[in-house]
Antibody, heavy 121, light 109 residues
Framework: QVTLRESGPALVKPTQTLTLTCTFS??????????VSWIRQPPGKALEWLAR???????YFNTSLKTRLTISKDTSKNQVVLTMTNMDPVDTATYYC?????????????WGQGTVVTVSS | EIVMTQSPATLSVSPGERATLSCRAS??????LAWYQQKPGQSPRLLIY???TRATGIPARFSGSGSGTEFTLTISGLRSEDSAVYYC???????????FGGGTRVEIK
């Protein structure tokens, strides 16, 4: 069974750096063609893609957020970590990680439950 | 950035009828398009990928079509449990680019 679970602080202050961890099971990020993406959703709004890391450590970022984002993986721990610097109240959202399997070519087939992050002083 | 525009914003359909949701891309995404269903308080659920391939466990009453810039999600024989927001998602891989549409809310009359 494939599962993903996001973890991180529920509340961060403006200008702080957010670090989120996606812990997954049921698949390996060493598998050729496998990827994990981060997506967020502000309250009542649409989904916004943030970043993706591939099995071969290729990384891709939302162009408008690229300067604030880093993504990394630890295959031994089955984790993907996203950091976002200089947090602002507009970054308040539910943050999801999702798997992109080789067969889908880019679609996210399994999503985590999401973690709610509020940015407030 | 490729902009995905979904229409209508809200669709109200009677049980048993057909719902037709549209998604338009600002430039061709070939067939690199997925559809997701999101119910309140839940994570998105993959319905369709590669424009027309149903994901595992998705009923046949959900179907996707289109290519290039125009895509459609059709839900036949609408049921009460289909009440949700539906998002399209383009993942055209070269150059790497991923964007979601603004969503269509499907309401059951």
């Amino acid at each position: 069974q494939v599962t993903l679970r996001e973890s991180g602080p529920a509340l961060v202050k403006p200008t702080q750096t957010l670090t989120l961890t996606c812990t997954f099971s049921g698949f390996s990020l060493d598998t050729s063609g496998m990827s994990v993406s981060w997506i967020r959703q502000p309250p009542g709004k649409a989904l916004e893609w943030l970043a993706r890391i591939d099995w071969d450590d290729d990384k891709y970022f939302n162009t408008s957020l690229k300067t604030r984002l880093t993504i990394s993986k630890d295959t031994s721990k089955n984790q993907v970590v996203l950091t976002m610097t200089n947090m602002d109240p507009v970054d308040t959202a539910t943050y999801y990680c999702a798997r992109i399997p080789p067969y889908s070519s880019g679609a996210c087939d399994i999503w985590g439950q999401g973690t709610v992050v509020t940015v407030s002083s | 950035e490729i902009v995905m525009t979904q229409s209508p914003a809200t669709l109200s359909v009677s049980p048993g009828e057909r719902a037709t949701l549209s998604c338009r891309a600002s430039q061709s995404v070939v067939s690199n398009l997925a559809w997701y269903q999101q119910k309140p308080g839940q994570s998105p659920r993959l319905l369709i990928y590669a424009a027309s391939t149903r994901a595992t466990g998705i009923p046949a009453r959900f179907s996707g079509s289109g290519s290039g810039t125009e895509f459609t999600l059709t839900i036949s024989g609408l049921r009460s449990e289909d009440s949700a927001v539906y998002y399209c998602h383009q993942y055209n891989n070269w150059p790497p680019s991923v964007t979601f549409g603004g969503g269509t809310r499907v309401e059951i009359k």
